[in-house]
């Protein structure tokens, strides 16, 4: 598993490790040391809060405990990157109780591909699931999410193309009910976040999915694609004012050399990241955890 994080991290290691490796090996630290840090966390896409933050604190330790090799400040350097990466999180699934979860977010990031890899881990681990095809907008969505329940077994709930997606989930709520599903996985339609007219109508599925699963778990889980870099912050912020979002997954982690992103997203948002998406296949999931990041990242 572990290597498995580390190979789908490689790019970002590549870009990173080389560039951090040397750094933390140089004979001094000077004025020029502290500008080199500071230079490869923003070209990582860290973000200049996480960035300023991670910088003050390794100055004031470096002082604190006068320290004077670098190779002595990187363990502190990564103590501090898991420390922003560690936020409070529920857990994914609430057991004994129906889920359902929306999967949100802008075109193309991975929102279908998700849902499969997390029908795939979910049914690995004995849960019953079901598929919303709450995308009822572009074309071949529902089939695309019809070719995964086919493959992995899931029963599909569906309308026509142009459908109101709120009914979708409606009635998905009540095949999971009918057939006692542990949870139902809803797919929506991408949309860009500065739509607020398609912002409106995510809002109507949740409060339809609220009401019609009262005594259920519902949660909103943004589905972002790492390779955008810093926009995806913005993307975070307006889909979290507008649906007050429980989780985070991160996508593409595979294909970026600026894995940095999810320090930035944390550091701005504190809403967990459940998920990281390292590649195509339903198992290129992983479970996110801090200290594994960190590890696989700068080891
Ligand atoms: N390399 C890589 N590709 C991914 C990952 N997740 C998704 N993809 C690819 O991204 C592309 C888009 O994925 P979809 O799941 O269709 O994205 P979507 O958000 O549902 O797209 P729309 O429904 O059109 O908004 C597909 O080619 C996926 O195989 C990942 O973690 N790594
Ligand atoms: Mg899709």
């Known amino acids: 598993m572990f290597n498995k994080l580390k190979n789908g991290l490689k790019k970002s290691r590549e870009g990173l490790l080389g560039q951090f490796t040397g750094l933390f090996s ?20 860290i973000g200049i809060g996480a960035t300023t933050k991670i910088l003050n604190e390794l100055k004031n330790q470096a002082k604190k405990l006068n320290i004077k090799n670098p ?135 949740k409060k339809v999915t609220l009401r019609e699963a009262s005594d259920g778990t519902v949660k909103t889980v943004l589905v972002m694609d790492a390779t955008t870099g810093q926009n995806g912050i913005s993307q975070a912020k307006l889909f979290n004012d507008a649906l007050d979002l429980d989780a985070i997954i991160l996508t593409k982690l595979d294909g970026t050399a600026k894995g940095g992103i999810v320090v930035a997203i944390e550091e701005e948002l504190n809403i967990p990241i459940w998920f990281i998406g390292v590649g195509e296949k339903p198992e290129d999931l992983q479970d996110f955890n801090p200290q594994e990041f960190v590890d696989a990242f700068f080891e």
Not at 26 to 45: G, H, K, P
Not at 192 to 205: C, D, P
């Open 26 to 45: 140089r004979a001094s630290i000077d004025e020029n040391f502290w500008e080199n840090i500071e230079e490869a966390l923003i070209r990582a896409d």
């Open 71 to 205: 190779e002595e400040l990187k363990d502190l350097f990564k103590r501090e990157i898991v420390k922003i990466l560690t936020v409070k999180n529920d857990g994914v699934i609430n057991k004994g109780s129906l889920n359902i979860l929306l999967l949100v977010g802008v075109n193309g990031v991975g929102k279908t591909t998700t849902l499969a890899k997390m029908a795939n881990k979910f049914i690995n681990s004995g849960d019953k699931v079901i598929f919303a095809a709450a995308d009822t907008f572009r074309a071949a969505a529902i089939e695309q999410l019809q070719e995964w329940g086919t493959r992995l077994g899931v029963d599909v709930i569906k309308h026509q193309r142009g459908g109101d997606p709120a009914a979708v989930v409606f009635d998905a709520i009540s095949a999971a009910r009918a057939r006692e599903a542990d949870i139902v996985l809803v797919d929506t339609a991408g949309r860009l976040h500065t739509n607020i007219n398609l912002m409106e109508e995510l809002k109507k599925i």
